[in-house]
């Protein structure tokens, strides 16, 4: 039997990540028994030991790394704190690891990039762009050289971190996905998404400041207008490479 992989979750709000596992682990192509589930932001993150899991996989967060330290709760951080211990360690390893929207600030700030609203998108269909880097990469090799992805963010990296390589960038954010080492990837766009999960978190979210929540009917259509099949399938390529 394969070792699991580790689903680390940060939403609060329980439907949300009920639903955001459900996209993970079916895009991803694991079954229940594949997938160890973890809510970080329901008590701190327990001590990780990496050698009985396959790779880790985090989902998003409605956390912003770049609120003002005194406007941060105790919970996020208290959040932000064990990530900064887990990406050390993850770091040190070269363990998988897969971030998905918040990952890419988490992981972007460990590197030193400097994380901020100054590209911060809206709730909605998008697309990305992949460099030469990108188009070499197993996770995304034979994939079109531009494809559409859901996303929704308000911050991002302002630069590509020091140390990565970039791998996918976007018209209106320049840092879409890189990779650290030759194992730790981080995507700002959300390759869980899925019309389903999105048509939920623009309602639970709408007034979180995403987009205004008189645009909520709308952002549904469009979620709804076009399915993202190369996006999602960055989980099922990342789950079959490490997959041990």
Partial sequence: MSRPFLVIQLRPEDTVADEELRAI???????????????????????????????IIVG??????STPAENKSELQRQVEQDFAQL???VEDRDFPFLGCCSGNGLL??????????RYGESVGLGEVALTE?????????????????????????DGTP???????????????MFRLRNN?????????????????????????????????DRLTEVVSSQPVPESNKILR???????R
């Fill in 25 to 55: 682990a079916e895009h991803a192509g694991l079954a229940e028994s594949e997938y160890v589930r973890v809510r970080a932001e329901k008590s701190a993150l327990p001590a990780i030991e990496f050698d009985l899991y396959s790779g």
């Fill in 60 to 65: 998003g967060s409605p956390f912003d790394i």
């Fill in 87 to 89: 990406l050390k360690q």
């Fill in 108 to 117: 972007g700030a460990h590197c030193g990039a400097v994380v901020s609203r």
């Fill in 133 to 157: 880097g990108g188009k070499a990469g197993p996770l995304l090799a034979g994939f079109p050289d531009r494809f559409p992805v859901l996303l929704g963010h308000k911050e991002a990296c």
């Fill in 162 to 176: 020091p140390g990565t390589d970039l791998l996918a960038t976007g018209e209106h954010c320049p840092v879409q």
């Fill in 184 to 216: 730790i990837y981080a995507t700002q766009f959300h390759p869980e998404a899925d019309a389903e999960g999105f048509r939920l978190r623009i309602e639970v979210y709408k007034h979180h400041g995403y987009f205004p929540a008189e645009d909520a």
């Fill in 237 to 243: 390529r990342f789950v079959d490479r490490y997959k």
